[in-house]
Structure formats: structure tokens, C-alpha cells
């Protein structure tokens, strides 16, 4: 609040103007600023962190274990300078042509993992499809899609980062899972069939792809 302090006394003169002393107390303006941060606080949205659950595969030898068909396999090796390399099913580590390279861009990788994962890809479009032509609810769109990626046709993923790719490569194979619609994947090493690709069969610099 504003005060005014007047200087009065018996020695000042007539019809001499006194001296006048202005404080301002801003003590109410910190209230205010206080009311103001706790409206901001309760009505502003934080931001959530997004998360991505991964499981990743057990070290512990495993009983009885389900052989997938190689045919719906396909294995990505996250090489350096943005690279995937991969090959389906099992590689044949005396033909050149087992392993292909090709980059993280639409028309790299999302190609190759929607052309492999065609058939799975097909029925989410129709759904889509359904969907925007009011047949589908939202949620009965959300159970029929979930119902899809849980059949045996989809295809299997086999991701195998490097020392030499980065952290955001990864995310970025991971995100592509997600886009493709492939549910079944997983993260593993490196192993020394892998190495010798690599060192031996690597495919020319030149990117390919697969149409959709």
C-alpha cells in the first residue's frame, strides 16, 4: 500500500509548500504473485514422461521353447552412420546376398518391415478403413487391432544393436515396430554369426528397400 509521510512543524513558513515523503509498500504485490504461481500450478497440465515398455529376453536357459517359422522372421542389425542391416530367417553365411542394408528413412526400413509384415499390415488397414466409415467404434477398432497382432501372422523382429550404432537408433527401430504393427520383437546381443556378416558378406554402401 501507498503512504504519504508529511513533514509538518511549527518552523515552516506560510504559504510555504511542505515536504512530502512517498513510500510504496509493495508487501500485497508478493501475495498476489504467490496466489498467482498457485492458480498457474493446479491449472497447468505437466508434461508426462514417455515410457516404452520393453521386455527383454531371459538369460536363463529356457525348456521347451516355441520355434517360429523363419519365414516370419526378420533380423535387424543396427550398424554406424545410420545404417540397418538385415536378413530373413536364417542367414547363409557363404551367399553375399543374405545380408541388405538399408537406412531408417520411410522409404528404407518401414518398407522392408511392411513388406514383410504384409499380411498383418492389410487387416489393420481395413480396420482402418471401417473405422473412418463410422463401422467401428473406437474402442472395438482398439480390441479388433489388438486381436490382430496377437495372431500367428505377423511378423517377428530380431533387433541387434552395435557398438557403433546410437541410442536414438534403437528408438527409432522401436518406434518403426509401433508404425508396422509388428507386436512380436525383441532385443538381443550381438551374436559371432552376426560379426562375421558383417565383416565378410557386407553388402554394398548403396541403401535398398522394398516397395510396399
Known sequence: MAQVNMNGGGNNKRNKPSKRNLRVDFTPMVDMNMLLITFFMFCTTLSMPQVMDIVMPTKDRVE???QIPEHKAITLILGEDNKVYYYIGKPDYDAAETLQVTN?????????????????????NSLKQKRRNGELTESAYKQALIEIKKSDEGAIAVIK?????????????LDEMLICNISKYAIVDLEEGD????????????????NK
Not at 544393436?161 to 527401430?173: E, G
Request: no cysteine.
Open 104 to 124: 531408417f528413412s520411410k522409404e528404407g526400413l518401414r518398407n522392408v518391415l511392411l513388406g514383410h509384415n504384409s499380411t498383418l499390415v492389410t487387416k489393420a
Open 64 to 66: 521347451n521353447s516355441t
Open 195 to 210: 560379426r562375421y556378416l558383417l565383416e565378410n558378406n557386407k553388402p554394398e554402401e548403396k541403401i535398398t528397400a522394398q
Open 161 to 173: 544393436p552395435t557398438d557403433k550404432s546410437s541410442y536414438r537408433n534403437l528408438v527409432d527401430a
